[in-house]
């Protein structure tokens, strides 16, 4: 498996793995799809920090981050996404993905990376705590997906 920036046409992959999670996950709150022309925006404007795991010529995770807040006061403060195939799960895939948009996050010169997990999702928090991040908030019921309301918990690694 390779982790790679990601380029113009991955998108209808990330769009697929995606959308799998807004329609049946709880890892996002979104219920709006993405399309591929948006992410084809997103990899440009993002550029090295937008990741993609390839395994076998074929997209099987990706993450990306961005500003946390708007403001200079943020500018070393980024929040990140992360989202696997199915089929990717549970294989190691999440490690790599995350370890290489951390070290592209240093090179950029970024000071904290957040990650916001459903508080529903027992399996993120797991990672995020595996992965070195350290629950910093939990605000209850802030979230709403498939009829019923959520808390965010919002997990840090200083980097």
Known sequence: ????????????????????????????????????????????????????????????????YFQFRGGPGYAQTVEYTIHLAPSARGQGVGQQVLTELEARARAAKMHVLVGGISGENATGAAFHKKMGFVEVGRMPEVGQKFGRRMDLVLMQKLL
């Open 1 to 64: 498996m390779i982790v790679r920036t990601a380029r113009r046409a991955d998108a209808e992959a990330v769009a697929a793995i995606w959308n799998g999670e807004i329609r049946e996950g709880v890892s996002t709150f979104t219920t709006t799809e993405k399309s591929a022309t948006a992410l084809e925006a997103e990899f440009a404007a993002r550029g090295d920090a937008f990741v993609v795991a390839e395994s076998g010529g074929e997209v099987v995770g990706f993450a990306t």
